[in-house]
């Protein structure tokens, strides 16, 4: 999921980073009525030729405030779950989800109290099924679900 945010924050920082060179050539100048803005495939073409200088744009302190308002609008959804579907997201999801480093954050945020109807909600889900009975089974869960039976 990180990795989702990292690509689209890669994305913002781009579109930022191609409107500031743009404002700042024009400037330069003194042609205020000549704005030339970078379109969607020079914006594409520059995330496609520099993927890691703009992973270290997009991941910056400075410009994760800005990746978070962008990344969570309603706009961003499609392409996030779009990138979701693909094999290399799923792996790098995964990865972060079973990372030592990440566990505590990912725990953090799966078990706040305003996520509690949305993980119920896709467990109840039949597609679910086997997930569920697969983690129900597992001895690192039993203790847990024996506790919270008795209750």
Known sequence: MKRVVLVLAVVLAVVLVAAGCSSSKNQAQN?????????????????????????????????????????SSQQMQPAMMNMMHTPEMQKSMVSIMSSKETMGDMVK???????????????????????????????????????????
């Open 109 to 151: 945020i799966m078990s706040d109290p305003a996520m509690r109807e949305t993980m119920v909600n896709i467990m109840a889900d039949p597609a679910m099924k086997e997930t569920l009975q697969a983690m129900m089974q597992d001895q690192r869960i039993k203790p847990m679900l024996q506790q919270i039976m008795n209750k």
């Open 31 to 71: 042609q205020p009525q000549n704005h030339q803005m970078m379109n969607t495939g020079d914006i594409t073409q520059m995330i496609n030729g520099n993927p890691g200088e703009m992973a270290n744009v997009m991941s910056s302190q400075d410009t994760r405030g800005s990746m978070t308002k962008i990344m």
